[in-house]
């Protein structure tokens, strides 16, 4: 069973409007690997120049916070949900 | 011994008498009987040390300080005008509960002035807003609702129209996205301050947009007395950002009130320059904002650089104090660590 991602509005332009993707991947980074593939474009979105993630872009594991886990290296399983949330409301 | 504090890199106003002018407008202190008399009035302060040697003599920038507004936020004036526009044409009135989408200082706004008038304020935001924020809202006694983080502040806009539609009698919208009074605030108080401050010597307004409004209705009032003055409006420069308050137009729900066409330029910046640049404006200029500033600033010093002569004014639109706990903070410790051993 792959991994479930929910994709925010902001980036579902590369994944055709859909909010939900499957990905692969035994951690974080390799989702996002494996998420670029599928939907070229977006890995630029979360990760810096250096590969880290964006500061304003929080990535939840199964509802954790990632950078309160491993970051980008916490381990992933089938089945796992991943949830992209931009770290701002918008709006005023 | 006494402490003289001087500020050096002012010394072409002594030698320019228009210049020192500039030095002097006075921002009237009042005794208010109301916390809505004391909005606006917000100083403008110029930016020097951060941009020393790098603009042309002639060149000078100054930044309207809107977290001195008594909800610390440019929102206070859009709230006050729409309430008061509400209230005389009869759409708020007893009865009624105030509600609107906002992602926070409109919502602070409006909670300040509901509690202010003593009308009931409801809100709808999505969920992943500021934690400041939030209670600061609940302490001027106004209600939440939560939209969908994944959902952005679209799903904020959509969820409060799905609301007011099952009870239309009960509710008055301001509409800050739609509602002209908006940008009328600040054709009526910001553009005007502006003129008065520079004493007529603005050429470039910069602003950051949300609604818009700012923009809008400042930039309308500083084009209707001087045709010539640029008004430039700054966005973030993707969909996917992290400048909580800015839209990006082209990905967005489009605000009614925003006219393109009355804009001379649009800059787009990234949020990753706008944060770095909060982190400069408060270690270099004593300045402590929020990431909208940080964008204005970036815009505003492009601009700056770009011209020979003149003299460019921004919005802060609020003081730094409710994103402390925000993702905006993440980078300063690296950024930090770069300033002190003298890295790029």
């Given amino acids: 069973m792959p991994i479930k991602v929910r994709v925010p509005t902001p980036l579902r332009r590369f994944t055709a409007g859909v909010d939900e993707v499957p990905a692969d991947g035994a951690s974080v980074r390799l989702v996002l690997e494996d998420l670029e593939r599928r939907h070229p474009g977006i890995r630029e979105r979360l990760l810096d120049d250096k590969g880290e993630l964006r500061r304003f872009v929080n990535i939840y594991l199964n509802g954790d916070d990632i950078r309160f886990l491993d970051s980008l290296n916490s381990k992933v399983k089938d089945g796992d949900d991943v949830s992209i949330v931009p770290a701002i409301a918008g709006g005023r | ?344």
């Fill in chain 2, 1 to 344: 011994m006494a402490t003289t504090f001087q500020s050096s890199p002012r010394s072409r106003a002594d030698a320019d008498p228009a210049a020192r002018d500039l030095e002097h407008e006075v921002v009237p202190v009042a005794r208010a009987a109301s916390v809505l008399e004391l909005i606006g009035n917000t100083p403008i302060l110029e930016i020097t040390r951060l941009v020393r040697g790098t603009l042309a003599p002639g060149v000078r920038i100054f930044a309207k300080l809107e977290g001195f507004n008594p909800g610390g936020s440019v929102k206070d004036r859009a709230a006050r005008k729409m309430i008061e526009v509400g209230l005389a044409d009869g759409s708020l009135r007893p009865g009624k509960t105030i509600i609107d989408s906002t992602s926070g200082n409109t919502g602070i706004a409006l909670a300040m002035v509901g509690a202010a008038i003593g009308y009931p304020v409801e809100l709808v935001m999505a969920e992943n807003a500021s934690r400041e924020r939030k209670k600061i809202i609940q302490a001027f006694g106004a209600k939440i609702t939560f939209s969908d983080p994944m959902e952005s502040s679209d799903g904020a806009i959509l969820l409060c129209r799905k609301l007011i539609a099952q009870n239309p009698g009960n509710y008055f919208k301001p509409d800050q996205y739609n509602n002209e009074a908006n940008s009328i605030a600040h054709f009526e108080t910001t553009g005007p301050e502006i003129w008065r401050q520079t004493r007529g010597q603005v050429t470039h307004f910069v602003a950051a947009m949300g609604t818009s409004g700012t923009v809008m209705g400042a930039g309308r009032f500083l084009k209707s007395v001087n045709p010539g003055i640029q008004v430039i409006g700054v966005e973030p420069d993707d969909a996917m950002h992290g400048l909580e308050g800015l839209k990006h137009m082209a990905s967005s729900i489009v605000p009614g009130i925003y006219h393109e066409n009355q804009l001379d330029a649009k800059i787009a910046v990234s949020t990753e320059e706008a944060y770095d640049m909060v982190y400069t404006l408060g270690h270099d200029e004593g300045v402590l904002v929020g990431q909208s500033s940080g964008a204005a600033m970036i815009a505003a010093i492009k601009v700056a650089r770009s011209i020979r002569e003149g003299c460019v004014v921004t919005i802060f639109p609020d003081f730094g104090d409710k994103y402390l706990s925000t993702n905006l903070w993440i980078g300063w410790p690296e950024w930090h660590r770069k300033r002190s051993a003298g890295e790029p």
